[in-house]
């Protein structure tokens, strides 16, 4: 079956499943880094972000920068340094912090600087094949790569076996331009008295629908507000195309 997949700042995010974000720029990666992890915790979703590739403090320094400093005083974003080139030796660690508090997200920036050699490399990908099996978490991993890699496939000289574990591979440049050519949409609220007159409306057009009958099964009348499930539903419904016409006429 075809795992979910979820966008976030149009990063693919599929638990159970590796998302790799190519990038040829430190900084840039760490700030982006630093925004996913920000936008993720708040669609309710605990956060682990483990840093390989510079110091704790200029880590720490890009993600106070990019969202503020309380934004990570919340426990359900999680920062993580290692610097040894050996985060396969802190798997107890890791293993830990997920359970108790309840990570659902890992983000790993620095993969070049996870591992000192290809061995603790080859151990670090079987353990994060076996801690996404075993916890269903989502693992995003930041990676420097010149060439374009493609999921599903070895990249020989660049990135190697992990593009061949990654469900999707994105680049952080592609990301950050379809970002800002999404509009926002623009929130529409109405007043109580609005809302009322609103369902009032509806209930009237709802009651004359019931009295004219049906002329073909399945349309109008009383076959069709069976269809929709009852009064309560069609009401709902005619309000909705109520809100939507107001909203209309009030932009023109």
């Known amino acids: 079956m075809k795992p979910n997949t979820n966008y976030v700042i149009n990063v693919p995010l599929i638990h159970g499943e590796i998302t790799v974000v190519t990038s040829d720029h430190a900084e840039d990666t760490m700030r982006h880094s630093a925004r996913l992890a920000n936008a993720i915790k708040d669609t309710g979703l605990n956060v682990l972000a483990i840093n390989c590739g510079m110091s704790d403090k200029r880590y720490r320094g890009h993600f106070y920068e990019a ?9 359900k974003c999680m920062i993580r340094s290692s610097v040894c080139g050996n985060l396969i030796g802190e798997r107890e660690a890791i293993d830990q912090i997920v359970d108790e508090a309840q990570i659902a997200v890992v983000i790993l920036s620095g993969w070049e600087f996870a591992s000192s050699s290809s061995r ?3 151990r670090l990908l079987f353990y ?5 099996e075993r916890e269903n978490v989502a693992v995003i991993i930041y990676a420097h790569s010149a060439k374009n890699a493609v999921a599903g ?4 000289g660049g990135i190697g076996k992990l593009a061949f574990l990654a469900h999707s591979i994105a680049e952080l440049e592609s990301s950050q331009s379809l970002e ?8 529409v609220t109405a007043t109580a008295a609005e809302e009322r007159a609103m ?7 709802a009651s004359k629908i019931i009295k004219l009958g049906t002329s073909e099964p399945g349309f109008g009348g009383i076959a069709g507000i069976r269809r929709m499930g009852g009064m309560g539903d069609a009401t709902d419904v005619i309000a909705r195309q109520s809100r939507r016409d107001n909203e209309a006429i009030s932009k023109a």
């Open 153 to 156: 496939q070895i990249d020989h």
């Open 199 to 205: 369902k009032e409306g509806a209930q009237l057009v």
């Open 67 to 75: 969202v503020g400093r309380e934004s990570f005083r919340d426990p």
């Open 128 to 132: 994060l094949r076996e801690l996404m």
């Open 120 to 122: 603790r490399r080859h």
């Open 180 to 187: 800002k050519s999404v509009k926002k949409m623009k929130v």
